[in-house]
């Protein structure tokens, strides 16, 4: 049988022999099989085992349905068959690979045989390419993505030409038509960030020599209200660009894009802006876009925090969520109850005076970033008990907060009107949102504390019920100094529409439709859900993030209406300031432009250039911007190469 299966075998050996090159080729396509190898010789034939036999068959029979497919860079690790083609041509080692029994293709220059299977779980590998067996011709790939406009995140509206207009930047003029010591503060940002290279002094009519700005209101008062928008003109026959706003913030968002327009031309050595003539009309879809910054889990120090506050404004980023203090920390000195930092903190040298925090909000809001404070109640205050053990339960069961004590009460009164001033945009936080936490209360402690199950007991409430007064307490609290509360979701599932209906409900477990449910009943949301926007997820990569939709189930009235927006969360378990601009820069950029552009703003492949140029003026800036294309977060580049394409 196998000597009738051998000579089966030479007759195709010998038909296929007997095909005209034109027709081997026409049948073989795009793989370019060397002919030897569906040429074996009759001693080659009597040496094969019944499985290469087969092998072979099945290689002749389908000649014509076979195509060799390349990832450029890519691999597949682990998945190596025994044989190799080291030092072979490319295609001498396809011939290999035919020649190999289970083998699907093999990367190269290294020339490691591969397992069939092996596309199932590709891999990044700057230094060899992977050609795999495939019974399909390999599509062309998509045409390359255009950073165009080469503004992020991408304005609501503009138009352009096509005339490349040179910018003067040895006499460039800022001016505002209103004084405004925030612009003038505003001006002296930005012209190094327009023009970071000396130039040399232009000639010709086309000729930008300035930005004249106009602005309607010039208080500087910044809150969730403040209207953003701004339209800026660039000419194209010379002159001064314009950019107007209703707001000092609206103005300084259109230097910031009026900066990414600016280019230098190292061969003329001189500053250009391309497609002139430019009118962009611009404003945020929504108005709340936040970055969480945890300082209890590691400390900041206030140059760390002023730092990451100038990144956000090249994204548009309008808030810092500060989570000030948590289970691990208290790093805040509270003038009112200072034993909560000194005795709370990780160490002296880790805590905010009032004149720190003081100092970083005002910071902040001259470069249009809110500071929005969070200090999670009852749960995720252990910290507290350090300095005020009257406050929890009991020494070895410290949280949540004790409820059946009114020096909880006193305490929380006093220290948020350290921070609020008591009054409406008053205190070290002026801004009028204030984050309450709520999240992940296990009331398992109060239950077997005897004091609070006895006081739970006399007050007829369940443990529940006991979190839910501790809530309407705390909550009433915050009203009377004159803030709007914001909670994380457990509060609304747990309470739903007997919370006040001014309270912000903050959505970010895993899959979590909340904000569908929240809306519905009238009540305002934020959107940061885990598992695509929380920026500790390391493996979560910014097309992930691109892809969100913050009203997805909820009807446009409602969305337009009551989604403040959202943001990225950096919880602080694995980052202090070592790594955390590589953590999440660029993939905040990617949440940004999600809440700053239109809805119909989503595809990631179209915004590819943009984002790799976003991050290629993120580090020209100074910002360790990790590389976009990164399959985990703030990991180094693969190899050398442009921050342009990696």
């Known amino acids: 049988m196998v000597k009738a299966f051998m000579v089966f075998m030479l007759s195709l050996a010998v038909a296929s022999a007997a095909m005209t090159r034109a027709n081997r080729l026409k049948h073989v396509k795009q793989l370019n099989l060397a002919e030897e190898a569906i040429k074996p010789s009759l001693e080659e034939l009597h040496s094969m085992t019944k499985e290469q036999l087969l092998d072979l068959y099945v290689k002749q029979n389908k000649l014509g349905e076979t195509y060799w497919w390349r990832y450029n860079q890519t691999d597949c690790a682990y998945d190596d068959v025994t044989g190799s083609c080291d030092g072979q ?146 000419p194209d026959n010379g002159g001064m660009a314009s950019i107007t706003a209703p707001t000092v913030f609206g103005a300084m968002h259109g230097l910031e894009t009026l900066s990414q327009l600016i280019s230098f031309d190292f061969d003329a050595q001189s500053y250009k802006v391309a497609a002139a003539p430019w009118t962009i009309n611009d404003k945020p879809r929504f108005a709340h876009r936040e970055v969480l910054v945890d300082t209890a889990r590691h400390f900041q120090a206030l140059p760390a925090l002023k730092a990451i506050v100038d990144s956000l404004v090249y994204a548009k980023i309008n808030v810092v969520h500060w989570h000030l203090v948590d289970t691990q920390s208290f790093p805040f000195m509270s003038p009112t109850y200072p034993k909560l930092g000194s005795m709370g903190a990780w160490s002296s040298q880790e805590r905010f005076t009032a004149a720190d925090v003081a100092e970083l909000v005002e910071y902040a809001r001259q470069r249009g970033v809110r500071v929005m404070l969070e200090i999670d109640t009852p749960g995720h205050a252990g910290s507290w008990c350090k300095g005020h053990p009257e406050v929890c339960p009991s020494p070895t069961c410290t949280q949540p907060l004790n409820p059946a004590t009114e020096a909880t009460f006193d305490l929380l009164s006093g220290l948020f009107k350290d921070v609020t001033g008591g009054a409406t945009g008053k205190g070290l936080f002026p801004d009028n949102m204030f984050h309450l936490g709520g999240d992940e209360v296990n009331t398992d402690c109060w239950t077997s504390t005897p004091s609070v199950a006895a006081w739970l007991k006399e007050q007829g409430l369940t443990a529940d019920q006991g979190y839910a007064y501790f809530v309407n307490r705390t909550q009433a609290i915050a009203h009377s100094y004159g803030r709007q509360v914001v909670c994380w979701e457990e509060v609304w599932d747990h309470f739903g529409t007997q919370l006040k209906q001014d309270t912000i409900i903050h959505q970010w477990l895993p899959g979590s439709t909340i904000a569908v449910n929240a809306t519905a009943h009238g009540y305002r949301v934020l959107w940061s859900t885990d598992g695509v926007w929380y920026l500790d997820g390391l493996k979560t990569t910014w097309k992930t993030m691109y892809a969100q939709e913050p009203c997805e189930g909820i009807p446009d009235n409602l969305c337009d209406t009551l989604v403040l927006g959202g943001g990225g969360e950096m919880w602080g378990e694995t980052v202090d300031y070592s790594d955390w601009h590589q953590t999440v820069w660029p993939r905040l950029g990617a949440v940004a432009e999600r809440l700053w552009s239109l809805r119909t703003v989503t595809d990631a492949d179209a915004a590819h250039a943009r984002m790799l140029a976003f991050r290629c003026l993120l580090n020209h800036r100074a910002v360790a911007a990790a590389p976009v294309d990164n399959p985990d977060a703030r990991t180094s580049p693969p190899g050398p190469g442009s921050c342009y394409a990696q």
């Open 89 to 234: 041509t490319v295609e001498q080692c396809k011939e290999t690979c035919l020649k190999t029994s289970g083998c699907g293709g093999f990367n190269y220059p290294h020339g490691i045989l591969k397992k069939t299977d092996c596309t199932s779980h590709l891999n990044s590998s700057p230094s060899v390419d992977l050609y795999v067996v495939k019974d399909t011709p390999q599509p062309p790939p998509p045409p390359p993505a255009v950073n165009f406009p080469p503004i992020w995140p991408m304005p609501a509206a503009f138009t352009n030409g096509s005339t490349t207009v040179v910018v003067d930047s040895v006499n460039f003029k800022f001016s505002a038509t209103t004084t405004s010591k925030d612009l003038t503060a505003a001006f002296d940002r930005y012209q190094p960030l327009f023009f970071p290279n000396i130039a040399n002094t232009p000639t010709g009519s086309n000729v930008v020599t300035g930005v004249e700005v106009t602005v309607e209101d010039v208080s500087g008062e910044l809150q969730l209200e403040t209207n953003e928008s701004y339209i800026l003109t660039i």
